[in-house]
């Protein structure tokens, strides 16, 4: 399944570093969507991007920095970290917003350590 | 968002089915039943989604009680590839609706060979 791709898969980084997440999705959807997953909790919806446009941001610290230039990328900018954001980040993408379009597809994640 | 109770494991066997059950006992008329999984080291996947009856798939099916309160997935004969956790998740279907998934934690599904 190559719908929604994200790079890198892994990603290493100091507590100092600034890093960028990618996420592409080929399925032509309005709407897209990052998650974390940290070990044993569930997924976490972080932000919601629709025609471009963020609709949701779910009280994530401003040391995350998504943007979306398009509808087809979706970008997650990472500065100055702390080691308890390590964990698996998902992108998600979906036709629209609400009721049966609500199928959302996920890439694979980036497994994301902070030392 | 309307809530889901799910056990936290299962086993089956290969070449078996499998029933997976969900309780959602204060859904709302609008709430859209989902079923998504997510394979080891993968992202989580759509699997099937219903409202009132019952729904089939190449991937499953969907049995969903009369009063809307409870629901099961069914695989109909599992595989080592059906090993994962399972989300029982509510989605509200009215216009407006949020556009959350809200994840549980699932009910991990073990297929013994």
């Known amino acids: 399944e190559t719908g929604v791709t994200q790079t890198p898969r892994h990603l290493v980084m100091g507590m100092t570093n600034k890093k960028s997440l990618k996420c592409e999705q080929h399925l032509g959807h309005n709407a897209m969507y990052w998650y974390k997953q940290s070990a044993k909790k569930p997924l976490e919806l972080m932000f919601v991007y629709n025609f471009k446009e963020q609709t949701e941001n779910n009280s994530v610290p401003s040391r995350f920095s998504p943007e979306c230039p398009n509808s087809s990328h979706l970008f997650l900018h990472l500065h100055t970290l702390q080691p308890e954001d390590s964990a698996l980040y998902l992108c998600a993408s979906s036709q629209g917003l609400g009721g049966t379009q609500e199928t959302q597809y996920f890439g694979p994640g980036t497994r994301l350590l902070v030392l | 968002d309307a809530k889901t109770t799910q056990p936290n494991s299962m086993e089956s066997n290969e070449e078996e089915p499998v029933h997976l059950p969900c309780n959602h006992s204060?859904?709302?008329?609008?709430?859209?039943i989902h079923w998504y999984r997510q394979l080891p080291s993968q992202g989580p996947e759509y699997v099937i989604h219903g409202l009132t009856s019952n729904v089939n798939n190449r991937m499953a099916s969907l049995a969903i009680a009369e009063d809307r309160k409870s629901s099961t997935l069914i695989l109909h004969r599992a595989t080592l590839r059906d090993a994962a956790v399972y989300y029982c998740?509510?989605?509200?279907?009215?216009?407006?609706?949020?556009?959350?998934?809200?994840f549980g934690k699932g009910t991990k599904l073990t297929v013994n060979p």
């Open positions: 204060t859904i709302s008329g609008t709430d859209y």
């Open positions: 998740i509510l989605r509200d279907g009215s216009q407006g609706g949020s556009e959350k998934l809200v």
